[in-house]
């Protein structure tokens, strides 16, 4: 019987040429001027202009020191992983950070030209029209048809109620939403399906006419259909609305916007057209995340 000799070689015996010495990476933190954005952050036509944005929750700085534009009608999605600062950004262009009683945010943050956080600003009125959808659908405990309603009765958008039937009408048909529920708006919206639900969202977000509306991660709970769906309403709100989307998907940042900006530890690493954010980025941390080498 032939004996088959396998000669394994140690780690310790292998010629020097061939063992290539481990570099320690460079700490993230330490390749990214603070403050400073490459790429295209900043525009011609802005409907939000955001400079020196800090957010601070009590001691710890969330957020570093970042200057941003953004356009009307476009649609700019923000990325990076986890933690990075993203929705923590997102939240203060309508002030949903003043919920929570640790939260500070200084800097200059105007919405056409008046000051978001001027101390005798109507926040009502701000979230008006600064629309927002949440990364769960919350549907009221309500009809589908009470649940687009309530916002146009609150701000008393329609005196009659043939006026609040063709917001209500108007909402979901935007939304995409009007041909699988036009027989049933007397229906609880919690019996909708989740895609459904996001969708019902979007049309009572929308029902009180607002001029932008920022959506935290909308399709992290959705199947890929729904997601498909609510990718197709984006494209089409964004001839009349500014959109700006919170996604952990590059593909979906890819599909949907028309810009993207990549976030790392609180600073905003770079701006630029979507297209060049995916094929040739700017900064070498923005290639290490869209490669995968982190995130």
């Not at 999605?77 to 986890?82: L, V, W």
């Not at 029209?129 to 609150?154: C, H, L, T």
């Not at 600073?267 to 995130?295: A, D, M």
């Amino acid at each position: 019987m032939n004996t088959l000799n396998t000669t394994v070689t140690s780690e310790a015996e292998m010629p020097e040429e061939n063992v290539v010495p481990v570099q320690e990476e460079k700490p993230a933190e330490t390749v990214i001027e603070e403050g400073k954005t490459v790429g295209r952050p900043f525009s011609d036509d802005a409907k939000f202009k955001l400079r020196n944005v800090e957010v601070f929750y009590g001691q710890d700085r969330a957020i570093k020191n970042i200057s941003l534009d953004i356009a009307r009608n476009e649609v700019i999605a923000f990325i990076g992983p986890s933690g990075c600062g993203k929705s923590t950004f997102l939240r203060c262009l309508n002030r949903m950070n003043d919920s929570i009683d640790i939260c500070r945010v200084k800097g200059s943050l105007h919405l056409d030209d008046q000051d978001i956080y001027d101390p005798k600003r109507d926040v009502v009125e701000l979230r008006a029209r600064v629309g927002m959808v949440f990364q769960k659908p919350n549907p009221f405990p309500k009809s589908i048809y009470d649940n687009v309603a309530y916002g146009p009765r609150i701000h008393g958008l329609a005196n009659r109620k043939s006026d609040l039937d063709d917001i209500v009408e108007n909402s979901l048909r935007k939304a995409g939403l009007w041909e699988e529920v036009k027989d049933r708006l007397d229906a609880t919206a919690t019996g909708m399906s989740g895609g459904q639900q996001q969708r019902l969202c979007i049309a009572r977000a929308i029902a009180v006419s607002p001029e932008v509306v920022l959506m935290d991660e909308p399709c992290s709970a959705l199947d890929p259909i729904a997601t498909a769906k609510v990718e197709e309403l984006i494209a089409e709100l964004s001839e009349s609305y500014t959109i700006v989307i919170v996604t952990h998907s590059m593909q979906q940042a890819a599909r949907v916007s028309h810009r993207t900006a990549y976030f790392h530890l609180g600073h905003l690493v770079e701006v630029n057209e979507t297209n060049k954010v995916f094929t040739s980025p700017e900064h070498e941390l923005t290639e290490s995340y869209i490669t995968g080498r982190f995130g």
